[in-house]
């Protein structure tokens, strides 16, 4: 095959592969706005995504599900929660029933970053989504739910 021949093949793409590339691009797009936003507070994007998924459960939550939760390994939760744990924004207690597991809970501390910066960041994304009006976004929300249930 020759290079011209690929490269008319990686431009030609099915429907449903253009699809799928132009989500990615564009969410991709979008995640860079909002890293901007926490590099720009100094705060990592990351730690602040734990902590939101962490109140998401109600301030607590197992690490096995927080893991699950923001796509990494059992084993790789344990590094990302010690800087937050060192930082004082989260804490870890021994699971009420089952002594062999560990319940991490938000602190006071990380409620309080979440409230200095996530109003906005929220804003920050508002602005760029609103390049789709408010009937577009719904349907958006639709198609977009299928595509994770399917």
Partial sequence: MRKDDLQQYVLDLPLHNLVFFTLVETTAKLVDV????????????????ILVEIMKEGGTMLPSKLAQKIGVTKSNISLLLSPLEKEGFV????????????????????????????????????EKMQALEDKELSQLLVFLNKLRKA
């Avoid at 926490?38 to 602040?48: E, F, M, T």
């Avoid at 089952?98 to 309080?112: A, L, M």
Wanted: no cysteine.
């Fill in 34 to 49: 909002s890293e901007k936003y926490w590099q720009s507070k100094g705060v990592n994007g990351a730690r602040i995504r």
């Fill in 91 to 126: 804490g870890r207690q021994p699971h009420p029933s089952d002594g062999r597991k560990w319940v991490i809970s938000i602190t006071s501390e990380g409620q309080s970053l979440l409230w200095r910066y996530l109003p906005d960041n929220r804003q920050t994304i508002m």
